[in-house]
């Protein structure tokens, strides 16, 4: 736990409060420069994803690749093997993809901890803040943070402040965005599948799976978390727009897509 808070939590809560100190105490607007920060330094992993995804592309795509994939598709283990030889020929990681995933998490969990942390209002939640900050920081003057930002309290679920409630029901807005652009990440992200593709099926569970797991979590947990979630994936979407790695083609009906090759 001691490495976690020295490493993970208190940086990222100290980061949290130095950049709300400059943006005229909005904790929303700290969240989002600090999503930036993080999409910026987690850069190299995106362009390694990148060029790994573009080197399993051409993999699977290869007549080779085919011809294994004809040859033993009645035997899968030696049809396993064969592809590990593949992988190792033509330089190809299969979990290099999911490296910035893997590295996300830990975040996730970090922000929602200092997002909590941070967002404290009892005097002992207080006092573990401030002992939580550098020296460098003026907690006198900060503490206790402003979490409001638009309609939420960044410390809460958003249903516990919605925005509408019609007919007694709180909508959860930023939920239905997290999940719209989790899902949109995902569709626009992942290259067009080739046939006998076999993680094909796997990037098809994932388009579907992921975006209700992530509007789960901003559902459940703070609204903070859910910004995060929003910026990021929109981020995202921009950084592989600007790469020109963007498959528009994925939201298109397989028919008119077809049409557009004609």
């Not at 130095?18 to 987690?42: C, E, K, P, Q």
């Not at 410390?155 to 999940?179: C, D, K, N, R, Y």
């Not at 006998?196 to 579907?208: E, H, R, Y």
């Amino acid at each position: 736990m001691d490495i976690w808070n020295t490493v993970i939590l208190h940086p990222m809560v100290n980061i949290l409060v130095w950049i709300y100190s400059f943006v005229f105490h909005n904790f929303g607007i700290a969240i989002i420069i600090f999503t930036i920060l993080i999409r910026l330094l987690t850069y190299p992993l995106t362009a390694s994803q990148l060029k790994g995804q573009k080197k399993m592309q051409e993999m699977t795509s290869s007549k080779r690749y085919q011809e294994v994939q004809k040859k033993y598709k009645d035997d899968r283990e030696k049809l396993a093997q064969e592809q590990m030889k593949l992988y190792k020929e033509m330089g190809v990681n299969p979990a290099g993809s999911c490296l910035p995933l893997l590295i996300q998490f830990p975040i996730m969990i970090g922000l929602y901890q200092a997002v909590a942390l941070a967002m404290a209002s009892a005097p002992v939640q207080l006092l573990n803040l401030s002992r939580s900050l550098y020296n460098f920081i003026p907690a006198s003057q900060l503490i206790p943070l402003n979490p409001q930002f638009l309609w939420m309290n960044l410390g809460l679920p958003e249903i516990s402040t919605p925005l509408w409630a019609p007919f007694g029901f709180a909508l959860p807005i930023m939920t239905i965005i997290v999940v719209v652009t989790t899902f949109l990440q995902s569709k626009l992200m992942t290259p067009t599948a080739t046939p006998g593709d076999q993680g094909a099926q796997m990037s098809k569970m994932m388009t579907l799976y992921m975006p209700i797991l992530m509007g789960w979590i901003a559902y459940s947990l703070s609204s903070g978390l859910a910004l995060y979630f929003i910026v990021s994936n929109v981020l995202a979407i921009a950084q592989y727009a600007m790469m020109g790695q963007i498959h528009w083609s994925n939201l298109l009906p397989k028919k008119k897509v077809a049409m557009v090759k004609k």
